[in-house]
């Protein structure tokens, strides 16, 4: 069999290894005594490693296209990855953000993060199986979700807008579970970052998106994120056509 095959396979594994990798760092790191600023440094590789697994599921459908390689067992593949990195994981932030929230390892609130992963994996059998998105999505992909939670112990390194007290709310975090859970499986038409061609007529509300999206950044660096995500789906919402 020819190597290009295995090409998009292999990144798909990249995205599976550094999901379990990073998980074994988020949950081998106690956080109930962090504070906001350098404590939050130890979860940084997690987010760096998180940060290469959403390039990795980005790059392993369009090499498969590109390559003309598809195949069903490369599209479990891709959903079995998905569901660890972008499934568990955010569930094990969210989980360390609580225990800290609550200042213990033991309690029962914290539990409630892995309501992220199950409606995840709701999320990605969904998908498999809804022929609505080809081009666009219905719900709040699992690689946005994760990117959010992700970027909230980055936003504690340092906090220049004094939004910590608010991160590290019990309510707010628990809060945030539902309503990401919800988004993960809700009739709601997103659009999607495939481009067919450049032209700004048939792109302009994803050139718009992008265009923001570096804005926030620069401005705002890991603050910008959840705004962004935000965007996301405010744009897809008030768009004049879900088509």
């Known amino acids: 069999m020819a190597i290009k095959n295995h090409i998009p396979n292999a990144l798909t594994c990249v995205n599976l290894l550094c999901g379990c990798v990073a998980l074994s760092i988020i949950l081998g790191t106690n ?32 090499v498969a296209r590109a390559l003309r ?3 069903p067992i490369g599209k479990d593949l891709d959903s079995l990855a998905d569901m660890v990195s972008f499934g568990v994981v955010p569930g094990a932030f969210l989980f360390k953000l609580l225990q800290n929230a609550t200042a213990a390892n033991d ?3 914290a539990y409630l993060a892995f309501t992220v992963s199950i409606f995840s994996a709701l999320r990605l059998a969904k998908f498999n199986n809804d022929t ?19 970027s909230l112990p980055i936003i504690l390194l340092n906090d220049q807008f004094g939004v910590s007290g608010i991160i590290l709310n019990q309510w707010v975090l628990l809060a945030l579970t539902l309503v990401l859970s919800g988004l993960l499986v809700a ?52 768009r004049p056509s879900h088509g």
């Open 69 to 71: 390689v598809s195949s």
């Open 187 to 238: 009739e709601l038409p997103l659009f999607a970052l495939k481009f067919k061609n450049l032209s700004w007529q048939d792109n302009s509300l994803r050139f718009v998106f992008l265009i923001a999206t570096v804005v926030l950044l620069m401005l705002l660096k890991a603050s910008a994120v959840p705004l962004v995500i935000l965007l996301y789906v405010l744009l897809s919402v008030l």
């Open 132 to 150: 609505r998105q080809s081009d666009s999505f219905i719900g709040l992909p699992t690689p946005a979700c994760t990117i959010l939670v992700t």
């Open 107 to 109: 309690s029962p609130l």
């Open 31 to 62: 956080t109930s005594t962090f504070r906001p600023g350098t404590d939050w440094q130890a979860l940084l590789p997690a987010a760096v490693l998180i940060g290469i697994a959403a390039i990795a599921d980005f790059f392993d459908g369009l």
